[in-house]
């Protein structure tokens, strides 16, 4: 397999930047600041409209943890049939249990409507205590991914980890390793881990707008240049 470069993008800014630069595949969200949520109708209808490729659509609700009350999954299931609706390549979901363990029935509510869409297990992943049993769960519910950081704040500090992950995965699923991933560690992240596919934000800090009065605030957005650097050392 060839190895893969998925971009996550906030914004349809950060979207073309990410195509631009050579990106395989985004994950498209909002609200990154606080880890992503579902992206708006609007954002994911002109994504799709202006890209060429893949687009894959975080289904989360809210910030914060992975237990999911009934009227939250109802609403992850309204948004994934809004994304199949679009025609998105995939969807990146996840919940859990109080416990701590996937929660394969609230799961596989949300992925039997998937139809033709791929299905990524988000980073509810590295929120599991026992990643090995998490990680037949996973592969039990049909994902066709899981994008982890090895339980640690970064995939660098989660490397050996990661490589027990691809290794026990043996080809069933795809690891794809993510946080902390920049052109200065991504191959020798690769070399480490046998991963395929890896998972970065590629984001540059655009300065806050003065004529924005009162609102104004600093944000990030994805640099294309910094998605070529990425990709051109993935190849």
């Keep these: 397999m060839r190895r893969q470069l998925e971009i996550c993008a906030a914004s349809l800014a950060s979207a073309r930047a990410a195509q631009a630069g050579g990106a395989h595949r985004i ?7 606080q880890g992503g949520i579902t992206p708006s109708y609007g954002l994911i209808r002109e ?3 202006q890209l060429s490729i893949p687009v894959f659509v975080l289904i989360r609700p809210r910030p914060g943890g992975f ?12 948004d994934i049939a809004m994304c199949l609706e679009l025609g998105c390549a995939g969807v990146v979901l996840g919940a859990l249990n109080a416990a701590g363990r996937v929660d394969m029935a609230a799961c596989r509510a ?16 590295d929120a599991c205590p026992d990643q090995a ?11 066709q991914r899981a994008l982890t950081s090895g339980g640690q704040p970064t995939a660098e500090a989660g490397q050996q980890q990661l490589a027990a992950l691809v290794k026990q995965a043996a080809g069933r699923i795809s690891i794809m390793p993510g946080s902390g ?18 998972h970065a934000s590629a984001k540059r800090l655009v300065p806050a707008d003065p004529a924005a009065g009162l609102f104004q605030t600093e944000r990030f957005e994805t640099d294309a240049a910094l998605v070529a650097e990425l990709a051109a050392r993935l190849q």
């Design 133 to 143: 049993q998490a990680l037949e769960d996973v592969i039990a519910l049909g994902c």
């Design 110 to 125: 949300l992925i039997n409507p998937v139809g033709p869409m791929q299905v990524t297990f988000h980073r509810a992943f």
């Design 27 to 33: 994950e498209l969200c909002q609200n990154l600041e």
């Design 181 to 198: 991933i920049s052109a200065a560690n991504v191959q020798a992240l690769a070399a480490h881990t046998g991963a395929q596919e890896f």
């Design 47 to 49: 994504t799709l409209a």
């Design 67 to 78: 237990v999911y009350s009934a009227d939250e999954l109802a609403i992850m299931r309204a």
